[in-house]
């Protein structure tokens, strides 16, 4: 074969080609097609469907995140419950200001406030061991683990993240009444460890409700805000323990925990839940009324076009409990990410939970250290805004 002809067919069929994808492309897509294309995602249709950040999600934003308040004043509470009171010697003769308590007789000291001011001064557990009065808040913890992996997939059911905030929510506050009648170390430490367990779950909860109701541009935002509240739950801890300086410990639990019960009792009425969720369950026309509530008038006409047209596989979502944490084992990159952020949250829990709950120790008014404690914390959340 000659080179011209080899060149006139490499022409031939370079033209054909060209021709036949210039076909492709004025050809109309067939009508599967179209759907295929023009149906997008859940996630891109709340997008699309979400307006501005209006009034709507200010107050949504507000309400979802004020339950980390109350997280915050049940997390630190045994600052002042769990308090070594300060004393005094009303026998000089066997008693000095440096003498160890465990060593001379009950009748030579007594405490400056009333004995039920903490479960320290109540419960004789001032000559106890650090096993003793470290259980209680050890309790708490061990609590927070346990109910970590026991309630962080429940939101994905069909209880959905409002549900179980507000359950949660809700049972750690009735907890924190009951604990009141607690007679010992034990019973105490024990109920501590369900406030923990209930109370896990409320950060994860709110985080994923506030960032499933605004458009990406506004999630790092209302993430913001959630961490603000909690910081203005933690310093309102101090002025709620200095009201009742001269009463019992019992006291700084109730009033932290009534306000919690009518919150929750508020949210379960007018917090909206996350439309995500809906779509995952099937409740499209719920969604639909949901985003349009929130979204900008000129979006409901968009919001219901796209809604209508969920695709089946879309309708239902058929959940397995737990199956979101076997796919982090099942993705070697979500694993790693999931390791690296555990090693992070242990360095930074133990500073940022230690060094409050230790501040009782440093030598300083324990009101004021954890009001500044508080407020440095607020800088930090207004610059990452």
Not at 264 to 279: D, H, K, T
Not at 325 to 342: C, D, G, N
Request: with cysteine; aromatic share 12%; hydrophobic share 45%.
């Amino acid at each position: 074969m000659s080179g011209g002809s080899l060149r006139l067919i490499m022409r031939d069929f370079i033209s054909i080609n060209v021709i036949i994808i210039i076909i492709i492309l004025i050809l109309p897509i067939s009508d599967s097609a179209k759907q295929e294309k023009l149906i997008p995602s859940s996630d891109e249709m709340i997008e699309r469907s979400l307006g501005t950040f209006g009034w709507v999600e200010v107050v949504q934003c507000i309400l979802v995140s004020f339950a980390m308040f109350f997280d915050a004043q049940q997390s630190f509470i045994t600052i002042y419950t769990d308090d070594y009171p300060t004393w005094h010697c009303t026998n000089q003769t066997m008693c000095t200001s440096n003498s160890n308590i465990c060593k001379i007789p009950k009748s030579s000291w007594s405490w400056d406030g009333p004995s039920q001011k903490t479960i320290i001064s109540q419960w004789n557990l001032e000559c106890a061991s650090s096993f003793i009065t470290g259980l209680p808040q050890s309790s708490f913890f061990i609590g927070c683990l346990i109910g970590t992996f026991a309630l962080a997939t429940l939101a994905d059911t069909s209880l959905g993240r409002k549900n179980m905030l507000i359950i949660s929510c809700l049972s750690m506050s009735i907890t924190s009444i009951i604990i009141v009648f607690s007679t010992n170390v034990w019973i105490y430490s024990a109920l501590k460890f369900l406030i923990g367990f209930w109370r896990s779950s409320i950060g994860t909860c709110v985080l994923v409700l506030l960032t499933e109701k605004v458009s990406t541009e506004w999630r790092f935002t209302v993430g913001i805000v959630e961490y603000f509240c909690f910081t203005l739950g933690y310093t309102s801890l101090p002025g709620i323990a200095y009201v009742f300086r001269f009463s019992s410990w019992k006291n700084v639990y109730i009033w932290t925990s009534i306000p919690a019960i009518i919150y929750s009792i508020i949210g379960y009425f007018f917090v909206i839940e996350s439309p995500r969720w809906l779509l995952m369950q099937g409740r499209n026309q719920e969604a639909i009324a949901m985003l349009k509530g929130m979204s900008s008038e000129e979006n409901d006409d968009l919001t219901s076009s796209l809604l209508l047209n969920v695709p089946p596989q879309q309708k239902a979502s058929v959940f397995q409990l737990y199956s979101s944490i076997a796919k982090l084992f099942e993705r070697s990159w979500a694993l790693k990410r999931m390791v690296a952020t555990m090693v992070l949250g242990i360095g930074i829990g133990m500073v940022y939970f230690g060094m409050p709950l230790a501040v009782g120790n440093l030598g300083f008014d324990i009101y004021l250290a954890v009001v500044f404690n508080g407020l440095m914390e607020i800088p930090s959340c207004v610059a990452t805004y």
